[in-house]
């Protein structure tokens, strides 16, 4: 059982570059969403996902696009990369909804750490 | 809006004692959840333990319980018998239960980083 995949690891962009932060989860979960993780400020929700062609703006979504064409697939891109987004993101999955069983809690991806430069 | 504090930077504790890692929160949602996450230097984020704002009892999950003072606003995590392989960040998060329907969303601390010295 994979759980949530993100690639790549790791990243160096210049100025002004376009990329694609892919994350994959096995577990048929229906929520999916982006953090970034930037020192002395913990996590801040991007972009989240309840499901195939549903997305939604977190915190800070300016500069990030996502879609969701598959329950699986939940890719973050980066049109135009600025040295403020340098960070570490993470990609993190659930099921949806709430839970009478239990906490439904949040699965990481390993994160994907990105240099803009 | 929810709003998650951890006042301490940064923690040291000697091996197998008991650690209290601080957090407070904020919030107007009557109802809650409560989360303590683990992130070690190799970067992955762990869940730790779980409370729910109508649990009765604090809960705990081995060596982790949650004193969860509803009054005071406070969920701190209790580490006993500190361990060398604790060392690590740690976050508390919070997420209103009644917008469930509308995702999964935490909302996160800045985060305390935890040295336990052998």
């Known amino acids: 059982n994979a759980g949530v995949t993100q690639t790549p690891k790791f990243q160096v962009l210049k100025t002004g570059q376009s990329m694609t932060l892919q994350c994959a989860q096995d577990?048929?979960?229906?929520?999916m969403s982006w953090y970034r993780q930037d020192p002395g400020m913990g996590l801040r929700l991007i972009h989240y996902?309840?499901?195939?062609?549903?997305?939604d703006q977190g915190e800070v979504p300016n500069g990030y696009n996502v879609s969701r064409s598959t329950t699986e697939d939940f890719p973050l891109r980066l049109l135009s990369a600025a040295p403020s987004q340098t960070s570490v993101y993470f990609c993190?999955?659930?099921?949806?909804?709430?839970?009478?069983?239990?906490?439904?809690?949040?699965?990481f991806g390993a994160g994907s750490r990105l240099t803009v430069l | 809006a929810q709003k998650i504090t951890q006042t301490q930077p940064g923690m040291f504790v000697q091996e197998k004692e008991a650690v209290t890692l601080d957090c407070t929160y904020d919030?107007?949602?009557?109802?809650?959840?409560l989360f303590w996450y683990k992130q070690p230097s190799s970067g992955e984020m762990i869940f730790l333990i779980y409370?729910?704002?109508?649990?009765?009892q604090n809960a705990t999950e081995g060596r982790y319980s949650l004193n969860f003072q509803k009054a005071r606003k406070s969920a701190n995590l209790v580490i006993s018998a500190s361990q060398l392989g604790d060392s690590a960040m740690y976050f508390c998060?919070?997420?209103?239960?009644?917008?469930?329907?509308?995702?999964?969303?935490?909302?996160f601390g800045a985060g305390t980083i935890l040295r336990v010295k052998s």
């Open positions: 993190a999955s659930s099921h949806q909804g709430y839970s009478t069983s239990g906490a439904n809690v949040l699965t």
């Open positions: 577990m048929n979960h229906e929520y």
């Open positions: 996902s309840v499901g195939a062609g549903i997305t």
């Open positions: 919030t107007s949602d009557p109802s809650y959840g």
């Open positions: 409370q729910g704002s109508y649990d009765q």
């Open positions: 998060a919070m997420r209103d239960e009644e917008s469930m329907e509308y995702g999964n969303k935490l909302v």
